[in-house]
């Protein structure tokens, strides 16, 4: 019984000894930061500029990764789309008035481990040039992305999204794609009209 309790005592000196030599300490379990630790984690901060974001975004026809899943091209963009989204489907409304609808064909590559759909993990938006972004839906489109099956690992697929966007905000505005379910964050600006 001494031998186990020599032994408890022994653990417990020890879990203290450990715990009192971790390093500085305001006591309130936070880090003590220093100048050059400032410096270092002011140095670290993202890059506006990077390649990706809204004031640096990807180029048309340029591959990049969304996310860990998907690798996405922006193929072309179409500034004005209402002859063919009208040619497509006679019942298809037209764009309000003072708007116009931009389209655009995207590829969609999956390269995950199982299996996934774009439309389902994917928000695509448009960035007007006046700052708000607007969400797909212009009726019945030439193979649209919605109409991309489940893909595997490997596969491709292109596909058409359309916006409804003010005609004023259309030039000098990006295509905004990024992960539905994550917690990350995923967007990647692509080039919109110029």
């Known amino acids: 019984m001494k031998r186990v309790a020599s032994i408890i005592l022994m653990v417990v000196i020890m879990l203290l000894l450990v715990s009192?030599?971790?390093?500085?300490?305001?006591?309130?379990?936070?880090?003590?930061?220093?100048?050059s630790d400032q410096q270092q984690a002011s140095d670290s901060k993202p890059d506006e500029s990077a390649f990706g974001t809204r004031q640096n975004p990807v180029p048309i026809e340029t591959e990049v990764k969304v996310g860990p899943n998907w690798h996405i091209t922006i193929l072309e963009i179409l500034p004005d789309a209402w002859s063919i989204i009208k040619e497509t489907n006679q019942f298809n409304d037209p764009p309000e008035e003072g708007h116009q609808f931009v389209m655009a064909n995207i590829q969609f590559s999956y390269a995950g481990e199982e299996s996934d759909t774009p439309?389902?993990?994917?928000?695509?938006?448009?960035?007007?040039?006046?700052?708000?972004?607007?969400?797909?839906?212009?009726?019945v489109l030439p193979k649209s992305y919605d109409d991309i099956g489940?893909?595997?690992p490997g596969a491709s697929a292109e596909g058409h999204v359309a916006w409804e966007v003010p005609s004023d905000a259309v030039v000098g505005g990006a295509i905004l794609i990024e992960e539905s379910f994550s917690f990350e964050d995923t967007r990647v600006f692509f080039e919109g009209v110029r």
């Not at 960035?127 to 797909?136: A, I, R």
Request: charged letters at 10%; aromatic letters at 10%.
């Open 20 to 35: 009192c030599g971790t390093g500085p300490s305001s006591g309130s379990g936070t880090e003590v930061v220093t100048e």
């Open 119 to 139: 439309w389902v993990s994917l928000i695509l938006k448009y960035l007007g040039s006046d700052g708000n972004t607007y969400s797909s839906g212009c009726g």
């Open 150 to 152: 489940e893909q595997f």
